[in-house]
């Protein structure tokens, strides 16, 4: 299957603006994550100003592109995801990783806004994806060639120690585990969270699971963090709302942010070739 020629014009055009040839590592931000600014941004890219790029409907994705340069290190920070609650296929969910690997971009840097399945996770709580179980009925590579994709080793688990150790220095707890992607839009009840823990799942969220899929498709390589912004349905008693989840992310976003600045580093001390 050919490349979208959107994505590549849109390539061509953020090359000619921004004169880089080559991006380094992408971030994808969840729901109320972007902080106002993770890295110096040297240029922006509204989504609708992007013919062909899709656009955001769900309070909380900004839907900009910034460009960042760093020495040794050029980055993509999307502040903006799609769903498939949106009306979006899987595939499209994973533009923004398509146009990172256009861009040049290995390595991919994920997050979201997660329910809490496993009880020891708290609201206000980093992690670290290990795994991920993927309920949401569809997958990105359906009719794609060569999708026989092996995910055994999706995720750079071997980054977790040194990211666990950062996070204790800033009071923060960091866990591993198993993040269970579903549909939306509405919440999961208490008999479906039920069902995730019996699964294994740690937290649940409707994103992520296929943008990592596709990075690792088109051979990046994938770290994905979750902040916990609630106790999924049943877990605890009270009410859940995206009101709640994104005032819990936006508390939460510059110790979150901090940690993602962490893991880049830790990940560019531990590439041999670097970035």
Known sequence: MPPDPDLQRLAERIRSRS????????????SGLAP????????????????GFPQVSVPGHEGRLLLGTLPNLRILQFCGRFHLYEGFSAWECAAPVRLAALLGCRKLVLTNAAGAVNPQLQPGDPLFISDHINLQGDNPLIGRPDSFVDLSCLYQRALFPS????????????????????SGPCYETPAEVRMLAGLGADAVSMSTVAEAIVGKYLGLEVAALSLIT???AGV???????GE??????RCREDFAALIRSLIGFWSENSKNGF
């Open 36 to 51: 106002a600014e993770l890295f110096p941004a040297t240029d922006a890219f509204p989504y609708a100003d992007l013919p």
């Open 236 to 242: 605890s008693g009270a009410p859940l709302s995206h």
């Open 163 to 182: 990211l666990a150790a950062a996070a204790r220095q800033r009071g923060l707890v960091l866990r591993e585990g198993v993040l269970a992607a579903v």
């Open 230 to 232: 609630n106790r999924a």
């Open 19 to 30: 004169g880089v040839d080559l991006f380094h590592l992408a971030v994808v931000f969840g």
């Open 245 to 250: 989840v994104l005032r819990q992310a936006r």
